[in-house]
């Protein structure tokens, strides 16, 4: 077996398992505390080593699908990996369709079968030769991973390595540009929009029916991140403005007055609700999330909140303060007003532009995504006052032009 004669390909895996150990627990049973050591008994080693096994090829499957995984996709994974190691579902018959290549288990892993708990009982029960000969067939990959004192699983996908979109021939605007570079949250902002990409499972689907669903595409996200730094021009010029508390809540979502910033503490008129995709767990409210989040985060490195002990303080400004309260800063600012801004976009009914059906807009579904979808939603729903939404559609798309996000039509 990989790992298990060479100390350094040892700790990579150990850290693999022990950071990952919660997403097939359910499934297999595995004691929650059962985490990988070299001072075990013999049978906790035993029972670690199959482990590993298990999980090298459950990844081996799930690597490029994006977390936070589904249960139906683990159930999948777990299926597909016990199918490697020759362990077939009781519904697929003796012979030749038995194949145990990536191809043929990938099949059945799709295939519904209520016999998953069987299966896995007899891998349990093989002993460790016949298993590590089962995995020396399967060839599982080793897949790189930091290692010491916090060890951290292959993470979610890195939508914060995305750059903006950029114009050609464009010159940027100097005062929008200064102030953008001078509050020194362009790569905050990215993390904070990979972190709800990957909390909300977000997909780009036309219709309910579309499986599997398509990632959100690059240029789609690009546009996202040009649409958040011209929201901040639009509310605050990148906390360089006058008004409510600029510099400090450049998103103006801490604004007690306004509909975020109620939807966030609870006291909004109509409740909003954010919704996951698939069989992620639900969020019933807005207010619900804070402490979803923090939730969701356990024992998983990667997926912990950036900037937690700012953004976490959410939780303890009362309503009636908002960004008025000294604990409001503008990492706090950018986190929630893009969830926020994410929230309306997505949810735009209103939109003629983008001809998916009502039912499937959703706050995880970046399928309408052109530039007239994003103004139109941001316009309409993030912030503008009733009446004001064609004006602070012409801020936005002002704000564009000055990023040279878009290049300004000739005048």
């Avoid at 290549?101 to 093989?126: E, N, W, Y």
Wanted: charged residues 30%; hydrophobic residues 35%; contains cysteine.
């Amino acid at each position: 077996m990989r790992g298990s004669e060479d100390a350094d390909e040892w700790n990579k895996l150990k850290a693999v398992v022990n950071c990952n150990i919660s997403l097939v627990v359910e499934l297999t049973g595995t004691e929650k505390n059962a985490r990988i050591g070299l001072d075990g008994d013999v049978a906790s080693i035993v029972d670690s080593i199959r482990f590993q096994m298990l999980f090298l090829l459950m990844w081996d499957y799930l690597k490029d699908s994006l977390p936070p995984y589904t249960a139906t996709q683990l159930k999948q994974a777990l299926q597909y990996a016990l199918c490697r190691i020759g362990l077939h579902p009781t519904s697929i018959p003796e012979g030749d369709e038995r194949k145990t290549d990536d191809k043929a288990c990938r099949g059945h892993a799709l295939a519904d079968d209520d016999t998953l708990g069987a299966s896995f009982k007899a891998f349990k029960q093989m002993s460790l030769p016949e298993a590590a000969n089962a995995l020396g067939t399967a060839k599982p990959l080793l897949y790189e991973v930091k290692t010491g004192d916090k060890p951290v699983m292959p993470c979610p996908k890195k939508y914060a390595d995305l750059d903006f979109v950029q114009a050609k021939d464009c010159k940027k605007d100097t005062k929008e540009d200064e102030a953008w570079k001078q509050q020194g949250m362009e790569g905050k902002v990215k993390q904070y929009l990979n972190f709800w990409l990957n909390w909300l499972g977000a997909k780009a689907t036309p219709n309910a029916q579309t499986n599997p669903r398509a990632d959100v595409s690059e240029d789609c996200l690009k546009r996202w991140l040009c649409l958040i730094r011209a929201v901040s021009w639009a509310e605050s010029l990148h906390g360089t403005g006058t008004g409510n508390q600029p510099a400090r809540d450049p998103m103006q979502i801490g604004n007690p007055a306004d509909a975020g910033w109620k939807a966030l503490k609870g006291v909004a008129a109509q409740p909003e609700k954010p919704y996951r995709e698939g069989d992620l767990k639900g969020v019933p409210d807005f207010k619900d999330v804070p402490g979803r989040i923090d939730e969701d985060a356990k024992g998983i490195e990667c997926d912990k909140v950036p900037d937690s002990k700012a953004v976490g303080e959410i939780s303890n400004i009362p309503a009636n303060s908002g960004h008025k309260d000294q604990r409001f800063t503008k990492e706090l600012s950018y986190f929630w007003g893009i969830l926020w801004l994410i929230q309306k976009v997505n949810n735009d009914r209103r939109n003629a532009d983008c001809t998916i059906p009502n039912n499937v807009r959703s706050t995880w579904n970046f399928q309408c995504c052109s530039w007239d979808d994003l103004i139109h939603g941001a316009a309409y729903g993030y912030n503008a006052k009733p009446g004001k939404e064609e004006d602070y559609k012409t801020k936005i798309t002002n704000a564009l032009e000055k990023s040279c996000c878009r290049k300004a039509p000739p005048r």
